[in-house]
């Protein structure tokens, strides 16, 4: 099944200091409300079953996301919102918001916490957010981003004192917290696959990937191209047909470091977006592992 993250603006109302949405340009981009409608229904015809309604916070235009909720449903396609919570102020503000989701027909909540986050959303936000989505049947879960530091300990704390259902996602060093520097990690040698949802930019630039592929500027290597030139079906047609990200998907990404030639001492160090950014977003690197892609990379394989 098709799935995308899809951009309707960029613009956040609150400022965390590790986002890895900042630093686009512009600052904050929208599409028009018509224009992403009449964009869904093209994807329901293009085969997309999956909408993450995502990259700045989507609920500051509210009942613009409601419109857009309401098109999924009727062309039968999951929805998710990730959102910040700034609007559950209250236990009764965040059912109110909660219910009128769920009667547009929202699927999943997904509410984003951190230590970075609350800095500016009092975390009681994302406990009544949690409680009325509860109430009113959507299904939910907080992503809990965190650097894995001692200082995250208390944060995690709150989420297992109120029993509410969280994962863990490790910061990604980009946009805005590329200046925290990357701090090498020791992790088993893990395959690092990649399911690579492409991402839906408000300016109609397409991804093959939704978190840091935006930012890899040296290559573009993720850019798919534009709805303004290319239809829906030809962009996803791109990404599912590139041998090379077929090789992130399946073989995944440590496998492709190793045969690029780095030490396997070296892979354990990085992340898997890291990983990623140092072996695609390198002009050199990348020309020599794409042409793997096509003949030897592909019986690099146990
Ligand atoms: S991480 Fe999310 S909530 Fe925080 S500034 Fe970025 S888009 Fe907004
Ligand atoms: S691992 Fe690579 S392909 Fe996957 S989300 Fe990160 S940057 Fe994108």
Redesign the pocket.
Known sequence: MRKIAFGYS?R?????A?????GEKPASTKMELSQAKKIIREMAAAGVGGISFT???PLIYFDDILELIDVCSEKNIYTRV?T?SFWAKTPEIALDHAQQLNESGLCQLRL?YSR??QE??PAQNVLNAACAAAKSGIDCFVSF?TDFSKEDDSYEQFLRDNRLKFFPEPVIYSG?AEGFGRKSIFTDFQENRCAMNPYLAPDLTMYACCDAGSHFTATSFFELGNLANSSIEDLFAKSENCPLYNCIRSMGITTIASYAGLKSREIITYRKCELCEKLFNNPANLKMIEKAASGALQYWVR
């Open positions: 960029t956040c109302n609150i400022r965390c590790h986002c890895v949405a900042a990259a700045g916070e990730v910040n984003s970075w986050h500016h959303v981003v805005r």
